[in-house]
């Protein structure tokens, strides 16, 4: 009887055992067959994060980081015709946290530092297609009109941005309170990193506060939560991301222009330059 209990408990455990093989090889994708299907599979992992900033009206000088209008506007004409669907970051959360699905082509838009023309010119055009974006601004910027005299540098109002996230197509999220500087001082390192001879944590001190501040006017002008962090230029270290992850931060970026892998997990994620010289469908066109 025992023998027998034995044997049972054997043939019982093949059907398991190949049950679980079954999930882990779907779970992982082919594990052990040719690295050219494991890059197919992995790039249901590569996500493109397009990166705007200035979106000028029509006969604006462009540039790398100014595009028109119009030029915008035949950018949601090309990911609507290619079947993207712009998603929100709290999608790519909840899709690594809870394991819920993603469309089947992906994107995510981005702006940063919370410009006036964002509102005026490329805010219509999300609104007439229905396509969510992600502003990332730096708080104590808003609401300034040419800043250091300079007319290209105007920044949305609290209002403007309130509008904006209360469509429910835009979200505002954090691009430091007051880092967003080139060049070091006094009272600042080069964007969010450390000033020479700042230790550990004095620049975790420093950066921490700064984000606490842009993040609690966000929540108090806006209403959204913060969980998502653009860094200025793209520059970082380990405290930063340290810092960021002890505020509950989900999601942090840089720039590199390429697609951001989210294989292994969400931060650090990179982002592609959507410059005016280069249309969309070569950015794009090369990874699906
Ligand atoms: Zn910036």
Not at 10 to 21: G, H, W
Not at 118 to 145: C, D, E, H
Not at 197 to 219: A, G, N
Request: charged residues 25%; aromatic residues 12%; positive net charge.
């Amino acid at each position: 009887m025992a023998k027998n209990k034995t044997v049972y408990r054997f043939f019982n455990i093949i059907p398991i055992s190949l049950f679980i093989m079954l999930i882990v090889l779907g779970k992982n994708g082919n594990v052990g067959i040719s690295s050219e299907k494991n890059s197919l599979v992995d790039k249901k992992k590569l996500i493109p994060i397009l990166m705007y900033h200035h979106v000028g009206k029509e006969g604006v000088e462009v540039n790398k980081i100014t595009i028109t209008n119009k030029r915008f506007e035949e950018d949601m004409k090309y990911l609507k015709d290619n079947r993207y669907t712009p998603i929100f970051f709290n999608e790519l959360v909840s899709y690594e946290e809870n394991g819920t699905s993603l469309p089947e082509k992906p994107v995510i838009i981005t702006f940063d530092d919370g410009l006036e023309d964002n509102y005026k010119y490329a805010y219509p055009v999300l609104r007439k297609n229905n396509m969510k974006a992600t502003i990332f601004t730096i708080g104590s910027r808003i609401g300034i009109r040419n800043f250091n005299n300079d007319t290209r540098y105007s920044y949305f109002t609290w209002k403007e941005g309130k509008e904006m996230y209360e469509s429910g197509i835009v979200e505002i999220q954090p691009h430091s309170y007051d880092l967003h500087n080139y060049k070091e001082n006094s009272k600042h390192g080069v964007g969010v990193l450390p000033m020479s001879r700042e230790d550990e944590d004095l620049h975790y001190d420093r950066f921490s506060k700064d984000t606490v501040q842009v993040m609690k006017l966000i929540k108090e002008n806006i209403g959204c939560d913060s969980y998502v962090y653009a860094y200025p230029y793209g520059k970082y270290n380990s405290t930063n991301e340290r810092v960021l992850k002890d505020l509950n931060f989900k999601v942090t970026l840089t720039t590199k222009s390429k697609y951001a892998d989210i294989s292994n997990g969400l931060y650090e994620l990179k982002r592609i330059n959507v410059p005016s010289h280069k249309k969309l469908n070569e950015l794009l066109i090369n990874y699906k």
